[in-house]
């Protein structure tokens, strides 16, 4: 058409009253937009931030600067904590605005710790993980049964909207049932009224992770890593449509065939179906006097800030939260 050869970037009138003016739709105008040129060097360090992230997730933009000087590359901090951004990744270790909420949504308060999962769909987890590709990078998410480790649900997305995490949690429902607690961090995806909205009206109570507690999720966290290094590092994918057909073939292998080694070497899919030989557990090595697991899964769910505020009213001097080793699964 030839009206669309009057539309000009970097002119005084903007390209959408260009468009308007010319009658020519802007889709059409900006699908004949030539793609801009990839930067090499940012794909290159974003995929060995990618690959160390995944080994060492407490590692900030600091420390990754460190590690890509050891590779060869000159790096400044400035570039790291872009590609970090744009990828999503932050240490897991506390530390200011490590994980961004959205200011109007609803924090729930962590109810796991020290509650025994004796039965699959008692609780399910979800998170989201970055998944890069040779002309950019996708979002996978995926929601995981905590008794038997099954993957129950996955999507990917080219945006970090909370869309495709609703879809994802609707599908597991329709096809496995709904679980009896559902966890997840402060992501906005997570906290959005679309996402928690799905799981009130199905009657699920709602845990979240406390900000910087990556070992409240665990079991998603070792998920991620066994897919980037069984399967995304190993094959590379170029396009979307070929991690599609990847993951549905590792999420197979993993739900039906590769044995589990906290899970006796059954599959998740065995010990999900018949109910024997799963099982977790978050410790909590400092219990709250009064207060047991049962109880906390069946009061009523307070704001995050509420709930801090009394434990740190009933806090002792010295007490401190439980380490890294302190989680266990009692599979």
Not at 210 to 220: E, K, L, T, W, Y
Not at 233 to 243: I, N, R, W
Not at 256 to 278: C, E, K, M, N
Not at 322 to 331: F, Q
Request: proline letters at 5%.
């Amino acid at each position: 058409m030839m009206r669309e050869t009057w539309i000009t970037h970097g002119d005084t009138v903007s390209v959408t009253q260009q468009c308007v003016l010319a009658t020519v739709s802007r889709a059409t105008v900006y699908a004949h937009q030539k793609p801009k040129p990839v930067d090499e060097l940012d794909l290159l360090h974003s995929r060995l931030i990618d690959e160390e992230y995944t080994l060492h997730p407490f590692y900030g933009s600091r420390k990754m600067v460190v590690f890509i000087r050891t590779e060869g590359y000159t790096v400044n901090r400035k570039r790291v904590q872009r590609l970090m951004r744009i990828m999503g990744l932050a240490a897991i270790a506390p530390g200011p605005n490590t994980s961004r909420v959205h200011p109007e949504h609803k924090i729930y308060p962590y109810l796991l710790r020290g509650v025994a999962v004796e039965r699959p769909n008692q609780v399910w987890s979800t998170d989201i993980t970055y998944v890069r590709l040779p002309r950019g990078f996708v979002y996978l998410v995926a929601i995981i049964d905590w008794y038997s480790r099954r993957v129950l649900g996955w999507r990917i997305s080219n945006s970090m909207e909370a869309t495709f995490c609703v879809d994802c949690l609707e599908e597991a429902i329709r096809t496995h049932g709904k679980p009896e607690m559902f966890n997840s961090d402060q992501g906005s995806q997570f906290t959005s009224n679309a996402f928690t909205g799905v799981l009130q009206r199905e009657g699920i109570v709602i845990s979240m992770d406390g900000r910087g507690r990556a070992f409240d999720n665990i079991f998603v966290e070792r998920l991620w890593r066994s897919v980037k290094h069984e399967d995304v590092y190993l094959k590379g994918y170029a396009t979307v449509g070929e991690l599609m057909i990847g993951m549905t073939e590792y999420f197979d292998f993993y739900n039906f065939r590769r044995p589990h080694q906290s899970l006796g070497q059954i599959t998740p899919d065995v010990v999900y179906r018949s109910a024997i030989g799963g099982g977790a557990m978050i410790l909590d090595k400092y219990p709250r006097a009064g207060k047991n697991a049962k109880s906390e899964t069946k009061t009523q769910q307070a704001p995050i800030s509420k709930v801090k505020a009394e434990e740190k009213a009933k806090a002792k001097p010295g007490q401190r939260r439980p380490a890294a080793s302190e989680v266990e699964c009692i599979a």
